[in-house]
């Protein structure tokens, strides 16, 4: 049985204020929303029965904002420990220490990923002053309470140059997973943009740096469908044969085994970018999979550059990315280097 994983967020309070935050992009001065418990256990049994209906296993990803900042936060995690569902939580590093990660882990706390956006002076100046180093600090809690842990890395061209030194502090550190995306922008006025070319270059240069520490005991999650490309050049992916032609076996998971809830109760798409398509409070999570607005973002043969390509089952790019940079989200990916004949 498959997994099908929800990014639920439960709190928009958080202790930064990052520049590349959907939450509070473009100084919009949200009000800050945190669920209810009451509108907690009721997210939460609408997962399991859409889990249920579907024939799918429930994997939470827990987050905000900052989750361990949310009034019934330890509520939450006990609840996972007596339904026996295993979770990973996506926080912040300020409020971890080895008696708070010896109780995650107890409740049943599997991972823990955090965000480290460039070296010190790059990373401090996009989220908190001193946070670099505390994310660095607050790793020996996790792993001394034996909790997986992982790095996470949001690139534009503000940080591109840094990621071979990130990968070197990551490894060093002995972080348990690390893993890249890309930008993907909020307003058409940013001007965060990688070419093909650099991001294609950017790419060669990580791939030497994973081969590198290949036996260091960290692990490298090739997150960006564009790695499916590079590998597939490099001859290191090679298309199956016999394969449904119907059928999307990897790529973009929007619209296939993921979901997003928000402190409201919106439910998206992707978080990436503005794709409502219900309300988890008012609708059933399992009609809202299956209805017309998450059938739009399954409509591959509109993708106008990734339809007509070998890879479209395999890879499909970030259509989130694209939909920050274009507004369309069927458009070409503008990192993308493979020419597509016409």
Known sequence: MEYFAFQWHITDSCDQ?????????ENNHTTLKEMSWTEIESV??????MCKKANRIPYFYITGGDPILHSRFWDLMELFKVRKIAFTILGNPFHLNDEVCKKLKDYGCERYQLSIDGLRETHDAMRKQG?????????????????????????????????????????????????FARYAPTSFEKSTHLTPEKYRELLEICWQKFELYKESGTSFNLKDHLWTLFLHEK????????????????????????????????????????????????????????????????????????????????????????????????GADPQCWKKIAV
């Open 17 to 25: 204020r990052c520049q590349h935050c959907y939450i509070f992009s």
């Open 44 to 49: 939460f049994e609408n997962c399991q029965d």
């Open 131 to 179: 946070s670099f180093d505390i994310t660095f600090e607050k790793l020996k809690c996790l792993h001394n309470a034996g909790i997986r842990s992982a790095i996470m890395t949001t690139v534009s061209w503000i940080n591109a140059e840094e990621l071979p030194g990130i990968i070197d502090i990551v490894v060093e550190n002995r972080v348990n997973v690390f893993a």
């Open 235 to 330: 001859g290191l992916f090679k298309i199956p044969e016999n394969l449904n032609e119907d059928v999307i076996y990897e790529g973009c998971n929007c619209a296939n085994c993921h979901l997003t809830i928000l402190p409201k109760g919106d439910v998206y798409a992707c978080r990436r970018f503005e794709s409502n398509i219900g309300n988890v409070f008012t609708e059933n999570l399992y009609d809202i999979f299956l209805s017309e607005k998450m059938d739009s973002y399954r409509d591959y043969s509109k993708f106008e550059k990734c339809s007509s390509c070998e890879l479209k089952r395999f890879c499909r790019g970030c259509p989130a990315v694209t939909y920050g940079y274009t507004g369309d989200y069927y």
